[in-house]
């Protein structure tokens, strides 16, 4: 993990009990422990109550762990973050995103900070996803990344009957039979189902969905949002119908 923000996150994900990660250790370039001074301060009170070491380095060695140039000479080592099965979720009028098809780590990360930030209750993922690019995601996410509740699931037909069983409707997010999002019935529990930009949903998970939204444009455009964006549009309008006048 990269940065303060990453590892502000990572530590208040442990804090709540959404994140199964272990601090290992935590490294800085020394030259920029001046500049730094306030957040190592925290970081070391941190390694006190988690358990974790504090280790002096150099730039070329923080520099060659990073794989981006805004750590602010700051990287936290940590363990892998378990993802538990749908059998966990127990919130009967939550607002969970199925999300699959997002092909790059960045758009993942941009997508889990906005649907964050709308309140969604948890993320469902497919076996395959981005969380094996932990550190880019955070940083993409702004640390939410590792404050949100994540699930996984193994397949996109298991996913639609969990939450059909514990009486959610289901909404997914496409063009054919579709209605206007602002016509949509987006009211909780909910479970709101957005495909890639490139696949998008199975045939299998629309044809057991309660309603298909769209996302009206505001000029003629052929091509599809990509998944980040109809993610972070969806969600805040999930949020607006459900938020008291």
């Known amino acids: 993990m990269e940065g303060m923000i990453s590892f502000r996150a990572v530590v208040d994900g442990i804090r709540s009990g959404v994140n199964t990660r272990r601090i290992v250790k935590v490294i800085y370039d020394k030259e920029r422990a001046p500049r730094i001074a306030s957040h190592l301060r925290y970081i070391r009170a941190m390694s006190y109550e988690l358990g974790f070491s504090v280790e002096e380095s150099d730039a070329d060695t923080v520099n060659r762990y ?123 529990p909910l479970l709101l189902a957005i495909g890639g930009e490139k696949r998008g949903l199975s045939k299998d998970v629309l044809a057991v969905a309660d309603e298909t939204v769209r996302i009206d444009y505001g000029r003629e455009f052929k091509e599809s949002l990509s998944a980040a964006s109809a993610a972070a549009i969806l969600a805040f309008a999930v949020l607006s119908k459900n938020s008291p006048d």
């Open 66 to 188: 990073a794989v981006g140039t805004s750590h602010g000479g700051i990287l936290t080592f940590c363990t892998d973050r378990a993802l538990p099965p749908l059998s966990k979720i127990s919130k009967k009028d939550g607002f969970y995103v199925m999300l699959g098809g997002i092909e790059d780590p960045y758009n993942f990360g941009y997508a889990l900070r906005s649907l964050y930030a709308a309140g969604v209750d948890g993320v469902i993922l497919p076996p395959r996803n981005w969380m094996t690019a932990a550190g880019v995601v955070s940083r993409a996410s702004a640390g939410a990344a590792e404050q949100m509740p994540l699930y996984l699931s193994d397949s996109d037909n298991e996913t639609v009957a969990f939450f059909r069983e514990n009486g959610y409707r289901i909404v997914c997010s496409a063009l054919e039979n579709s209605v206007s999002m602002k016509h949509a019935d987006l009211r909780r």
